[in-house]
């Protein structure tokens, strides 16, 4: 057997969840530590890019929606990923368990509790998740992204350290890469929805590029993220204004992307928020609004606190609203080249090398 100290990384579901984890393993690995993952099976697409020794699936389930019996399944579920993790926590004997979040994480979570073992919350949103909650008593310390952390349980502040948000070594890479000048004249947006895109975006989006002047079009450089559903209506739009764009249901490069641009325009996830600042990029956020905790507002609240953000809810996201930052945009570009500057300032390059630091120390390393 190996004599490296085992990290056992808890994430699932998503990629906001996934790639903090994934960037946290990296700089565990580069530290002489041994990973291993647990996860359920909607995560295990993401399984080749991941750092760890071995991946193992664990039951899980959300036991927040659906009527009683859907949350009886789901509780049965856990309940069934909790012994699964008992016994796999047993069999590898992890020095520390990290988990990120999501229900995904409660069974290795609790488990690592039931065992003695160390237990270390990353919390990526400004606003606690439900399964971090649920888990926070029993942890030894509450990592967190954002300055301030709003839904912590009474009594708990003392165990929150602020690290950051871990980011993919694609991010640290883009960061490197300066604020594009204006040399052309031209202004390069680029708009996302989060991983699974936003149709909210290609509804508006286009629509306020058509109240442009057709001056002021010939000047757009537009990357977008459209949904497959959306993709044709988006593309057939901007070819109608002659505007020179590029659209896709996904870019695998999208740190590469957003450093090339002037603007942002997209979501406000953890994971969104978090590269704008590392990569240093001026953003128009619109939260997700039906997020159950508000967590995507508090999120670009923090950005907007900076100067670098301007933040809208969803309701008044108009063609019209959106057409006057735009023009606004392309008439005053040292205003974005301030606010890309505003957005560094925040950023925390250095956030899986912080968390590293904080799980060998609470593991005894």
Not at 304 to 312: I, P, R
Request: contains cysteine; charged residues 20%.
């Amino acid at each position: 057997m190996s004599s490296e100290p085992l990290v056992l990384v808890a994430a699932g579901g998503t990629g906001g969840h996934l790639f903090p984890a994934q960037a946290l393993s990296h700089a565990l690995v580069a530290r002489g530590a041994r990973v291993r993952l647990a996860t359920d099976e909607r995560a295990l697409k993401y399984g080749g890019d991941f750092p760890a020794e071995a991946i193992h699936e664990i039951a899980s389930a959300t036991p927040t929606s659906g009527g009683l019996a859907a949350k009886a399944r789901a509780a049965l579920t856990l309940g069934k990923g909790v012994v699964e993790a008992y016994g796999l926590l047993g069999r590898i004997k992890p020095r520390v368990v990290v988990a990120f979040g999501g229900y995904p994480t409660v069974p290795p979570a609790l488990a690592a509790s039931l065992r003695g073992i160390p237990l270390v919350l990353h919390e990526q949103n400004a606003v606690m998740g439900r399964a971090n909650r649920f888990l926070a008593r029993r942890a030894k310390i509450i990592a967190c992204g954002f300055p301030t952390l709003d839904g912590l349980p009474d009594g708990l502040r003392d165990r929150v350290a602020q690290v950051g948000n871990p980011v993919r070594p694609a991010v640290l890479e883009a960061a490197g890469l300066a604020y594009p000048d204006f040399a052309d004249g031209r202004l390069r947006l680029l708009v996302t929805g989060g991983s699974q895109g936003a149709r909210i975006m290609s509804d508006v989006v286009p629509a306020a590029v058509g109240l442009l002047a057709p001056e002021q079009r010939a000047r757009l450089v537009i990357v977008q993220q459209a949904r497959g559903e959306d993709l044709v209506r988006v593309e057939e739009a901007y070819r109608r204004l002659g505007v020179a764009f590029e659209a896709a249901p996904f870019f695998a490069d999208l740190p590469l992307r957003m450093a090339q641009s002037h603007l942002v325009l997209g979501r406000s996830g953890a994971s969104t928020v978090s590269e704008l600042a590392v990569i240093g990029r001026p953003s128009i956020l619109v939260p997700f609004p039906h997020a159950l905790d508000a967590d995507q507002a508090a999120n670009a609240a923090h950005l907007a606190k900076t100067g670098a953000a301007e933040v809208m809810r969803q309701t008044g996201f108009t063609p019209e609203w959106l057409a006057e930052r735009l023009a606004q945009a392309l008439s005053q570009p040292k205003d974005l080249t301030r606010r890309a500057q505003a957005a560094k300032s925040a950023g925390i390059p250095d956030a899986a090398e912080r968390l590293a630091d904080l799980a060998l120390r609470i593991a005894g390393l």
